[in-house]
């Protein structure tokens, strides 16, 4: 059975990261993008980020341009973007394909696991999943859930 370390991603920087160091971490996976209507999500996110990253929660965003092109910077600018205007700070990776036979393995692996109202197809940005401590799926958020939202589901997944 995979596990979300069994994946590798290339950061924003280049280079390319194990998922495995985020072993034994309850993570929320969400693929972001800089010009979208959710785009302010990020604040919540970097929020959640602050409040819990001392237990052992991290969050990694994936930038992907599929929706409406609403990601067309380089990674230099979508980390200028991320910082300036909501002061990100957690691990961030390359553009990303999340959907079709291009998908990224990673994403491939998440919708299999959890699939959406409508199939497994990512619908949107901002699409988040939270992975547990064992590196499994526990659930799949829509884009529109916001951020707060989930810190009900965090605090059972980092106290379990």
Known sequence: MATLGDFTATTLQGQERSLRDFEGDVVLVV???SKCGMTPQYEGLQE???K????GFTILGF????FAGQEPGSSDEIEEFCQVNYGVSFPMF???????????????WLRTEKGGVLGDRIKWNFT???????????????PQTEPAELAEDIERALDA
Request: hydrophobic share 25%; proline share 5%.
């Open 52 to 55: 819990y990253g001392d237990r």
């Open 48 to 50: 959640l980020f602050k």
């Open 128 to 142: 988040k999943f939270l992975v547990g401590r064992d590196g499994q799926v526990i659930s799949r958020y829509a």
């Open 63 to 66: 930038p992907s341009n599929e």
């Open 31 to 33: 693929n972001t993008a």
């Open 94 to 108: 390359e553009k990303t394909k999340v959907n079709g036979k291009q998908a990224h393995p990673l994403y491939q």
